[in-house]
């Protein structure tokens, strides 16, 4: 059965590449499961033994986007060799794959930063607009320029859908980024009865305030806004 061929996959985790490479061979090769073949090319990722490489290879273009995805989840280092297999990627039929694929290839070649970003620039993703939110982050990091933030900030409003929201205060938080717009939108995101939306909120606001210079912008935030009290009390006690 399926979970026990995954299973025996897994409980190969610790031994020597040696010992498993050819079995991993036969397997990927007969194997319909996407979870079973993605567990076989993490297993071998970090090795350089030849047919290590040839079930990498396998994995960054099989057909099935589950297991391109594992693939790509699972990477740490990508090796020079698979460059192309990576880039290839930044145009996969999967959103989640490709805001992934640009974000470790940005980080392993940061020289190519840019021509990645062109590939995938106009590119917005899911109804989260995860890629966008990715490029941006990237985009405003490497380049200083202050549109791109502007762009995330302006995402983090009620005017886009909390999965957007989410996503562009991710990356504001990635990039130390916050004003009084974005302290405004967050804070009134912490307050939606989304939990969704009110997570990441809440964790970017604490993130900040733990911060000494954006303090005082956040309280007297909080000070000044219009509203029931109960909403106040709640504001203050989640930066205790």
């Known amino acids: 059965k399926m979970i026990d061929r ?4 897994v409980a190969m985790r610790n031994a020597p590449i040696e010992q498993k ?4 061979g036969v397997v990927y090769q007969k194997e319909t499961f996407h979870a079973i073949k993605t567990e076989i090319v993490s297993q071998v990722l970090e090795s350089k033994h030849p047919e290590s490489l040839k079930l990498i290879k396998l994995g960054l273009n099989d057909k099935d986007v589950f297991v391109r995805k594992g693939v790509v989840a699972a990477t740490k280092k990508i090796d020079p060799s698979f460059m192309d297999d990576y880039e290839k990627l930044l ?6 794959t490709i805001a992934t694929v640009l974000e470790k290839m940005c980080a392993n070649f940061p020289e190519n930063t840019q021509k990645y970003l062109d590939i995938t620039k106009g590119i917005e993703g899911t109804s989260g ?4 939110c990715k490029w941006l982050e990237i985009a405003a990091a490497t380049s200083g320029d202050k549109k791109y933030v502007d762009q995330l900030v302006a995402y983090t409003s009620n ?3 909390f999965l957007t929201r989410g996503n562009a205060l991710t990356a504001l938080r990635k990039l130390n980024y916050i004003d009084e717009k974005t302290v405004n939108n ?3 995101a912490c307050l939606s009865s989304n939990g969704r ?6 964790e970017t606001i604490k993130y900040f305030y733990a911060q000494s210079q954006y303090k005082k ?5 909080i000070k000044n806004r219009t509203g029931k009290s109960w909403e106040k009390d709640i504001l203050y006690k989640l930066l205790q």
């Open 6 to 9: 995954y299973d025996a996959i």
């Open 159 to 161: 005017s886009y859908e």
């Open 186 to 188: 967050c804070i009134d």
């Open 21 to 24: 490479i050819n079995i991993f």
């Open 197 to 202: 939306l009110a997570g990441p909120a809440n």
């Open 91 to 96: 145009l996969d039929s999967s959103y989640q």
């Open 217 to 221: 912008v956040i309280l007297d935030n």
């Open 129 to 132: 607009r995860n890629v966008i």
